[in-house]
């Protein structure tokens, strides 16, 4: 099945910086790549995506990027704020895989005011 | 558009009880719903999909026979967790996929059942 690895596991960043994660996907044959940020004790929420057709995406302050020959994707966040503080999550989903999604480990971000 | 429920929100019960968790599509027909078991700083985890009309579908490790689920119609999906114990205690988690329009790969979430195990 596929292998999402999520780096880093934590990410501390001031105000007004970048913050940016990166995930690897074993399964090449994987197509969605979604980012989900997600608070304490709430579901997680759809920030942005990226279908394999497509290289990047970009969405106001975020962003996110593939490489399908390497198999990874990043998220990049700028001018962070204090409410960008969460944990996000990666994940790949493979169509023949029953549109099962491949969560990666998260990311604890950070902003310091 | 595309909004997922989840009661109750949260519940304690004593160990050996079983507690059954709904998710709702509330404004789609959702022919398949993924149930996720999120421990505490932990990723989630996929425990099975669940398709109307028939059996779900479990991941390796997950008993089927404690986690029981059914999808009776196109807007429900069920989860019970038989005979709790403690270690059962986490957020569970109910998706939903939308199959129309250019939203078919996203899963929509429900808000998550904390249950606590005492």
């Known amino acids: 099945g596929e292998n999402v690895e999520q780096h880093p596991s934590t990410l501390s960043v001031q105000e007004g910086d970048s913050a940016v994660i990166k995930c690897t996907y074993s399964?090449?044959?994987?197509?969605?790549f979604p980012w989900y940020k997600q608070e304490l004790g709430k579901r997680p929420q759809l920030i942005i995506d990226?279908?394999?057709?497509?290289g990047e995406k970009k969405d106001q302050r975020i962003a996110v990027t593939l490489n399908k020959t390497a198999k990874h994707f990043s998220l990049h966040i700028t001018e962070t704020q204090p409410e960008d503080s969460a944990v996000y999550f990666c994940?790949?989903?493979?169509?023949?895989?029953?549109?099962?999604?491949?969560f990666g480990a998260g990311t604890t971000v950070t902003v310091r005011a | 558009g595309a909004v997922v429920s989840q009661h109750p929100s949260w519940v304690i019960c004593k160990s050996g009880t079983s507690v059954k968790i709904e998710c709702r599509s509330l404004?789609?027909?959702?022919?398949?719903m993924f149930w996720y078991r999120q421990f505490p700083k932990q990723s989630l985890m996929l425990m099975a999909t669940?398709?109307?009309?028939?059996?779900?579908?479990?991941e390796q490790g997950v008993e089927k026979d404690k986690f029981l689920i059914n999808h009776a119609s196109l807007t429900l999906s069920t989860l019970t967790v038989t005979s709790a114990h403690p270690e059962d205690s986490s957020f569970y988690i109910c998706?939903?996929?939308?199959?129309?329009?250019?939203?078919?790969?996203?899963?929509?979430f429900g808000p998550g059942t904390r249950l606590t195990v005492l």
């Open positions: 998706s939903a996929r939308d199959l129309r329009g250019s939203s078919y790969n996203e899963q929509f």
């Open positions: 399964d090449s044959a994987s197509n969605y």
């Open positions: 990226i279908r394999s057709n497509v």
């Open positions: 994940a790949a989903l493979l169509l023949s895989n029953d549109y099962k999604l491949s």
């Open positions: 404004d789609f027909q959702a022919t398949t």
């Open positions: 669940s398709n109307e009309g028939s059996k779900a579908t479990y």
